[in-house]
């Protein structure tokens, strides 16, 4: 059964824009940044409140992440001031501050959460897209299949029935699509790999079935019911969106 090329995935909504504030130049650019930007998130990073501020007279942002200390100022003191501006921004709190103080001062100022560093990229990608979501006038995904595994309208995401939420790689976007486009029905590994823009012939297909293995796992990670994620053996793989 052919499967979608990567470039003929549904059109996504604008990437989700989010800005990391953190003065660990190396944790923010060589970790935090790649890193949400593998799982679709518009991320930039800067090292200073001075620079976010810059940077908000030109861009717009859905959400922002601070590290609570900075150089030029605190990130209880931004949350205070953005809060005041725009009431409707998401604003995460990262840090290795453990005070209960400060936590309990960073929500009262108008954080919506409060994260402890050092913090794994996936979890931050899920609880980015997961307080987007939260943060969204309607929820398209919801309505549109309810008691289903669905993706969610921006591509990026995969929703479980019980509402838990994936976030999704590059990689993983174009497998799930794939299964999901199959409607039931397995998917051979060679159409898989050209979901992915590979060629079947010089794809090691031992990496394909470490990308869906990594999958399978990161969906049994919570508690969703049977995985949807199955083998169909001798064929390939397929997704069963109804549990």
Known sequence: MPGPKQHDLPAAK?????AIVEDEERFREAVLVP???DFGIDAIGVGSAGELYKNMLSSRFDIIVLDIGLPDDSGLNIVRHIRQLNAKIGLIMLTSSIKRQDQIQALSEGADMYLPKPIDVDVLAVTL???ARRLSATSE???AAPGEWHLDPTGWCLLA????IFALTSSERSIVNALIEADGLPVTREALIESLGEDPHLFDHHRLDMLVYRLRRKLGDANCGKNPLLTSRGMGYLFVKRP
């Open 129 to 131: 897209r997961s307080l």
């Open 141 to 143: 995904a919801a309505a």
């Open 14 to 18: 604008p990437a989700l824009r989010v």
């Open 35 to 37: 890193g949400l930007r």
């Open 161 to 164: 029935p019980n509402g838990a």
